[in-house]
């Protein structure tokens, strides 16, 4: 697993007893708080597992520790940024510098940059001086001298310029250097150049074997030590337990100073500062634990497995053990513990002359005492065996000096000040908040108060308010510290009255009497109606699970435990149990064989607990796990055949292509076709798309993609062609109707030449009787005038020369007159012309001009295209003013009228019931068309042709005959802006009238 370490770079030896990979190019970064930054954003994108970082500037470094916490990255905040840590809810290890400058009473600050985290160290100088009420400025950028010199100066010479701005604060007795490279740069150039104008006291903070040299001779008074190798060790120590088993420490802060340095306790402090964990890996050292082994036989005549508390403890010591080398011998008794035998175990662990430390679990405080008592009884005979002149070679030793490793080596640490040797260090597991205090006795474990408290937040967020709590018969006191938490939690809350009295509330059961758990979880129902259950281990849970099976505990009432055992695990997972705490029992062991270690040296600690529980399960199984309740675990820290740990055997990775993207799955789900994982215990599928051809489990994909495609193509393609030829062809039908109907409006081919009709041109003009297809419209100055409006089909046609003279006095049915046939029109406005050699006739219906529109050009070519034997043909219209005229097909016969009016004709039914047939064929024909109707359907229309056939004539050209109407051009075309035709033939434009 990787980890970045950003910062303070202790060189640490430390990699090689965790196995952890640093990235080395996040370390070393001078405090430059934007270079932090971006290795911070650089490690979140990397990603790593986990970060170890100082924090000089929260306001540069808030956003990217979030960006990595929002990235589920543990980090823990080592070497300086005690309060940012607390801000950001991180832990820290470190030591408090605002405290560390209250040390000592001395001011003057040198501060070598302006990092708010240094800053606080001359704060708390700033702050001891006040309250010692010496007269100092509260302002602390007066106390602050910042080292903002060039890159060409040197240390003397600044020290020069620095020794006058010393001198010239009069006020100022003592020095306190900020950081170990301003102090080794500066402080002996500063003193000579300030050449004892007055007694000055030096003070640094940190510590280490050059700060010592300079407190021998007399340069440096005072250092405050903050473990720095500590502090990243502990960091990186931690991490890898949280990165392994999911178990972190339950607080905040791991406090590793501050300590005053004296030239008294030099030796000492030290020692201290230089402890690594190399020296504890070179050769074999040895340590007891005493702990539990529980066996409890119930009435239903099971033997439960050994308490996994005990077990996961055991495993947790052990691993550490195996890291640091040691031997560990381990001592078990069974319940109930008896003093006598505790007190056996504790003597043999002690006479063991390997034995160099001792670890009791969840023991009395009586016997922790007994032990201490045990180990300070040895000191004297332990010192007076040790070579007190190896002893001194070993305080000067260095590196420099190979030959005297071995010697050291099996030296006991020594206690300078004392001059003797150190105690053998104690490791309590398990917090009952009344241990003895000593310098060699600290304790890992659970705060039980401080549970007890959040125990009773949680069940109140739950909505309950009246719990009872369980504890062992024999009233361990972690358990009993617990329910008191509990119980001052919820007096507080809701008054002392809330619950009944805390021997009532507190339930005292032996694990496995399930008929005494029955009788006395009854009786505190007569008097109590509680509606929650906690339970402070795991045998209890196991009690009132039996109750709630057999009804003796209602299933509504809420149950808690504080215990992960593998069948409370199950239980949560089945909804059984509302909430866990586990008691972190693996990282109990761990940390206390580390604790041992720290010990060893540590013989002035500024932290005498770790607290590391209870901490919530909020859920078993992580996402891209499976729940296996079909698994029979005894434990849950098991061993892989290689030797390694498996945290939570009751989860399973999901298998490759498969995800699980909620906790506690019970099962794992297939990854969508087109979608893949590439390991197991994934909670999400990648796209196939995104991830390309390239992987394999995406291959049937993409086959089947291409399959898909090419059955659409083949489907598709030829439904396309298909769609776009239809859609071609109907804009062709529709881009062709457009085309006949603008040449359909433009066709002038129906205008005829009044005077070429009726033969009134000159024979120098035209010829009579010549009209043929090339002659139907001429290019006189009259048509090649006209031009249509804009909308297609509008125009103006005037009179042109004068009317023509002579009547025409006879029918429609007399054809005669000169061999040319044409015959003038008489005082109706009736007349027989001659077109295209044929005979046609002519009718004049009115003489005024004609705004020739759209409406009226698709009227007359209507009528024009109309076509049917029954029907009287137009043949054309003369649109010349005055004679605006109809040309139609000429009937011989004349008029129906004008046959039956005649006499000399008599026709019989035969010939009669012809003539309505024919009409009848019209009219059935005109009402199909788009003329629809006739409107004036009278024999006067009707026409007999030569082959005494009936034509219905007269039909259709209502608009045109509407525009010779009086008025029609004022209200209908007034204003219309289209083309007329003059009199003479030239164009004119219409002008509103």
Known sequence: MRSALTGYDPKLDARSAVPLTLSDDMAGLEYDPHR??????????????????????????REPILAARKKNIPVIAVYTGLQAAKDLDILAIMSDDHEAGRVKDFVCINGATRIPALLE????????????????????????????????????????????????????TGIVYLTVPTFMELNLALLTSLNNTRPFKVASFDFNRDMMKCMDKGNLHYSVSGLIYMQTFMALLLLYIQLNVGEKVNQNQIMTGPKLVTPANAKDMLAQEEWSLNGFLDYAKAFSMITGRQVVKTELNWLSPINEHWDALSTGARDAAKVLNWNMTEYRYDQPIRQDLVEYSINLALNDTNTQGLLMSNAHNSYIQYALNQTLKQVPARTALVNKTVQRLCDDWSFGKPSLANDCEVQPPWNHTLDQVLPYPIVGIGSTFLWPSHQSLSWVGENGYEAGKEYADAILASGHSQPICVVQNDEPEQQMLMCRGLYDRMTTLYGATSLPPFDTYCVRLAPGDLSGASRKVTDVGAGYRYDSVHTTSTMLFENIKYLVSKGDVSEKVLVTTTGRSSTALADYVAGKVGKIWSQQSYLNGFMSVFELAFSTVLQDKTWDFIATGPSQVDYVCDKGQVFNKDRNRTSLYCRTPLGFHVGNPYCQPCPVNFYSDKYNSLNCTACPFGTFTNQSGSSICQSCEEAGQKVVACQDYFLNKEKASNITLAIFLPLGLLLFAAVVATLMIYALRNRRKRSRLADDSWMLDYKKIMGLYHDSDSGLGSQDSGS???????HSSYKPDGDGGGGVVRRASGRPTGMFQRSHSTFVGGNSGIQPMDDTGKAIGVYRNLPVFVRRIGGSRVHLTRKLRIEIMDVMELRHPKLVELVGVCLQPPDVCVVTEHCSKGTLTEVLANQDLNFNWLFKLSFMSDISRAMEFLHQSKIQFHGDLRSANCLITSRWEVKVGGYGLKELTATQQPGYGRMAHTGTGSTEL????????????
């Open 36 to 61: 932090m930054s971006a290795a911070i954003y650089s490690a979140v994108q990397y990603p790593v597992d986990a970060l170890v970082v100082s924090i000089p500037d929260i306001d540069v470094l």
């Open 121 to 172: 160290r001359c704060n708390g100088v700033l702050s001891a001086f006040l309250a010692a009420d010496t007269g100092a400025s509260s302002n602390l950028t007066e106390h602050i001298i910042y080292l903002e010199k060039s890159r060409n100066s040197t240390g003397p010479a600044y020290a020069q310029t620095l020794a006058e701005n010393v001198r010239d604060r009069r006020s100022v």
């Open 982 to 993: 003059s009199r003479n033939g030239s164009v004119q434009r219409n002008s509103l009238r």
């Open 776 to 782: 139907m419209i001429e290019r006189s100055n009259m």
